[in-house]
């Protein structure tokens, strides 16, 4: 493991070298530039035009039919979220690493799965009984997922075919997921994002599957075993000590069917995505400022916005050339080169992420293709205050770190301090990795492949953005008692007597 302190002086050495590349063909225009400090009476004038020029709305869903939780479809998916029984070992739920007190996420850099010492504690101080953490990613925080149009998880192997062009089976539209060939849609998919991305933990080895069960069978084989378990029947049938989920379906899908209809993967997968999908929490200030409240933002929130709308080249830091539109992502895919911290992405989907410490090549993994070497999807900024740690890999525990290393990607890699993760946390590959993105991100400013451009701000304007990313809180997801149509209580049912009880490190037990 490496020391927790900043990388060596020889590796600093070589990442402002690969900087210097991207700095020696980059125009004045786009890197190195000093934003202009956004202030004056006018402020609010000012802001408004940017927010009309952007088209903002305030309200990322207006066009979206979202489920609210009230309705038996979520209400069911919310058990199932709770539930340890959709685990191989049933040591591990949907809940363990998404759950609403942590932001929707773990609050890890990145995540543990299976196998943790104590299953029911979740977030800080969480822990593998192999004391690494075994998850490759940070865990990405479901609020709001389903405001996702074109593609989910960080590497974005789950995408709309939509618009996506030629494939070798012509123009083709529907959801690409990992069960198929790059360019071709899953029948099994379902009807949105989210629905098919519940498909995809509960048979990954780190996540939730575990190493016990026969990891190398197909994912179909996997997911049907897993609905038998709920079900009480075929391959399934005794797994469950309490077994009572049948009465749930049939509240939802109706009664009279075969239970291997009833009790199904895909039925399953919907009610996952309902309860992910009703997760809507945009009030933010921000909104409120949108639709015409000046007092919704304070002074410095204010110039942040503005400096967050306004192009590098108008004097502002550009961040809206990424995280556009009112979800504040344009759900595309660029190389940040964040330190690359914890397993990482094995070739191998079967592999033991906790045996060694490995490099993520990001949408490669997905794509294939070289272009897409260490490029990550563009996260929304909803809740960011919420969501950390931030980046991929979570190597950024603080706003102002990823804020930062927006900002000089390399000069933020060669000041890099590791005692800001969890000690657990791996870190051996961190320097070569680093290196080998930058030069990617290098080599992606010369093709033009990338609006990513070094800016020099004042103390101040950080802080003056940070305020501007706060202000996209909506105060529901900081208040356990809003939160509380979103976990579970006594008056909901516990079909199989698996319900995760979480626990956090504050002693705090979730209802």
């Given at each position: 493991m490496a020391p927790r302190t900043r990388l060596p002086a020889r590796w600093r050495r070589l990442l402002r070298a690969a900087a210097g590349v991207t700095l020696a063909t980059l125009a004045a225009a786009?890197?190195?530039c000093r934003a202009a400090a956004p202030n004056g009476p006018d402020l609010d004038a000012r802001l408004r035009a940017a927010i009309h020029a952007r088209t903002l709305t305030g309200d990322p869903h207006l066009d979206l039919d979202l489920p609210h939780i009230d309705e038996p479809l979520a209400q069911l998916g919310k058990k199932l979220f709770f539930t340890t029984a959709l685990s191989g070992d049933m040591d591990t739920a949907c809940v363990s690493c998404h759950h609403p007190l942590l932001g929707g996420g773990d609050g890890l850099s990145v995540s543990i799965g299976v196998g943790a010492v104590e299953p029911d504690l979740l977030g800080p101080g969480r822990s593998h009984v192999t004391g690494l953490p075994n998850v490759a990613r940070n865990a990405p925080s479901v609020f709001n997922v389903g405001l996702w149009r074109r593609a989910l998880f960080h590497d974005q192997r789950l995408h709309v075919l939509a618009g996506d062009g030629p494939t070798p089976a012509g123009d083709v539209t529907g959801i690409r997921t990992p069960d198929?060939?790059?360019g071709l849609p899953d029948p099994l998919a379902g009807p949105d994002l989210v629905a098919a991305q519940s498909r995809f933990p509960i048979v990954s080895p780190a996540e939730m599957l575990g190493y016990t069960y026969a990891a190398h069978r197909p994912h179909r084989l996997t997911r049907a075993y897993l609905a038998a378990r709920l079900g009480d029947y075929g391959p399934g049938r005794g797994q469950l000590q309490q077994p009572a989920w049948v009465r749930e379906f049939e509240r939802v899908f109706g009664a009279g069917q075969v239970v291997e209809a009833l009790?199904?993967?895909?039925?399953v997968?919907?009610?996952?995505?309902?309860y992910q999908r009703s997760q809507v929490f945009v009030a933010s200030p921000w909104r409120d400022y949108v639709k015409g409240d000046d007092a919704a933002l304070g002074e410095s929130a204010?110039?942040?916005?503005?400096?967050?709308l306004t192009t590098v080249a108008d004097g502002g830091a550009g961040c809206v050339a990424c995280h556009a539109g009112d979800a504040f992502t344009d759900e595309r895919a660029y190389v940040l080169a964040v330190p690359q911290v914890g397993p990482g992405r094995h070739d191998d989907p079967y592999a033991d992420p906790t045996a060694s410490v490995a490099d993520d090549l990001g949408c490669w993994h997905a794509t294939f293709r070289q272009e897409d070497r260490y490029a990550f999807r563009t996260p929304s900024l909803l809740n960011v205050e919420v969501t950390g740690p931030y980046g991929h890999s979570g190597a950024y525990t603080t706003l102002a770190g990823i804020v930062r290393h927006h900002l000089d990607a390399a000069a933020a890699l060669a000041a890099y301090d590791v005692s800001q993760l969890e000690p657990a946390v791996q870190t051996a590959r961190l320097a070569e990795s680093a290196e080998?993105?930058?030069?990617?991100?290098?080599?992606?400013?010369?093709?033009g492949r990338t609006p990513l451009a070094d800016v020099t701000l004042a103390d101040g304007q950080v802080r003056d953005?940070?305020?501007?990313?706060?202000?996209l809180t909506d105060p529901c997801v900081k208040d356990p008692a809003c939160l509380q149509p979103w976990l579970l209580g006594p008056e909901d049912a516990d079909p199989d007597g698996l319900r995760l009880a979480a626990r956090f490190a504050a002693g705090k037990v979730a209802p």
């Open positions: 786009t890197c190195g198929v060939l790059p009790v199904s993967e895909q039925n997968a919907l009610a996952l995505g309902a204010k110039r942040g916005a503005l400096l967050f080998r993105a930058l030069a990617k991100l290098a080599e992606d400013r010369r093709r953005l940070i305020a501007f990313l706060h202000a």
